[in-house]
């Protein structure tokens, strides 16, 4: 199955950005939805947004909504998370995952190929 790479992550102070990057192994990449989940510490790995196969539909969880977007370019297999004003509770690792489902983004079950994710801190 497709392979997931995450990239982009680091540490940054509260109100910066970062913009993530997940390139995809191959090109049935092009057929995939697309979802960014996230785990902090001792916490379970929550939604953070998805994309469609075709990148007409997002979606994010509300804690990001207005601060975080979603994109995708599937000429070159990648997906990306750009992220602004970051705040200390977004530090978590992040995950790329794919899914051949169109509906139910948020939950992690509807994900067949995970990344192995990225650090990002975001300090006070």
């Known amino acids: 199955q497709v392979q997931l790479v995450e990239s982009g992550g680091g540490l940054v102070q509260a109100g910066g950005s970062l913009n993530l990057s997940c390139v995809a192994s191959?090109?049935?990449?092009?057929?995939?939805?697309m979802g960014w989940f996230r785990q902090a510490p001792g916490k379970e790995r929550v939604f953070v947004a998805a994309?469609?196969?075709?990148?007409?539909?997002?979606y994010y969880a509300d804690s990001v909504k207005g601060r975080f977007t979603i994109s995708r370019d599937n000429a070159k297999n990648t997906v990306y998370l750009q992220m602004n004003t970051l705040k200390p509770e977004d530090t978590a690792v992040y995950y790329c995952?794919?899914?051949?489902?169109?509906?139910?983004?948020?939950?992690?079950?509807?994900?067949?190929?995970w990344g192995q994710g990225t650090q990002v801190t975001v300090s006070s």
């Open positions: 995952a794919a899914t051949v489902y169109h509906t139910d983004y948020v939950a992690p079950d509807r994900y067949h190929a």
């Open positions: 191959e090109r049935t990449f092009n057929y995939y939805g």
């Open positions: 994309i469609s196969w075709s990148g007409d539909n997002t």
